[in-house]
């Protein structure tokens, strides 16, 4: 928490990557370590990092092994935009998951699920801004199924997260809202195939940093 009242709050909301899951395991990078964690110290007191990073969240759809809805990033976002409310800036950095093999979801609907979400960012009623927030589009980095038992979960993911770049672009394009496409900046850790290495975790927060600094500023 950060207690300086005019801090510019900025909602990361994502998957593990963001929760920051230490690549092969069920352990979690600490806040020295993490993007959300090395962002705050980068941007200091005058900004609030607020994460609601999640293991296995998808963008828009429910998924059967994990029953609840908790996943479905659709179901949980209008609670959690009204939880932190006021909000400056939602990092929005979904995808990965709805390349598993079982949901077997094009590229296209992949990003179709990423627009739902924007739409209802931008159309929230929010009780304390009358502004909705900015928005930071983030296209995650590739599946890499070269990585041993990666294909178990993830088979031809690596073709379609090729594709998201392109994709993601063309949303944010229709938004206008700025874009970072990390398939072209980080690569996955060659232990999972698609969770982050330390320092990958500095490089997503330094490009991240950049960007809050132009939207904000």
Not at 124 to 135: A, E, L
Request: charged fraction near 30%.
């Amino acid at each position: 928490m950060n207690t300086n009242k005019n801090a510019k709050r900025i909602l990361c909301f994502g998957d593990s990557n963001t929760w920051g899951v230490i690549p092969a395991s069920r352990r979690r990078y600490d806040t020295e370590t993490r993007w959300t964690g090395l962002l705050q110290k980068k941007l200091g007191t005058e900004y609030e990092i607020i994460e609601e990073g999640l293991n296995s969240r998808t963008t828009v759809i429910d998924d059967p092994k994990r029953p609840g809805k908790c996943k479905n990033g659709k179901t949980y976002l209008t609670p959690c935009l009204h939880t932190h409310d006021p909000i400056d800036l939602v990092i929005l950095f979904l995808g990965t998951n709805d390349l598993k093999e079982y949901f077997e979801r094009s590229a296209e609907q992949i990003a179709r699920g990423v627009e739902e979400l924007i739409h209802i960012i931008q159309n929230t009623k929010f009780r304390y801004v009358v502004q909705p927030p900015k928005i930071l589009l983030i296209c995650p980095t590739i599946v890499d199924e070269s990585v041993d038992k990666t294909k178990e979960k993830y088979f031809g993911a690596e073709k379609k997260s090729r594709q998201l770049g392109k994709l993601y672009q063309e949303i944010a394009n229709k938004y206008k809202i700025p874009y970072i496409d990390l398939s072209k900046e980080v690569q996955p850790s060659k232990k999972d195939g698609y969770h982050f290495e330390p320092e990958t975790h500095k490089k997503v927060a330094d490009l991240i940093a950049e960007a809050i600094k132009n939207i904000l500023n």
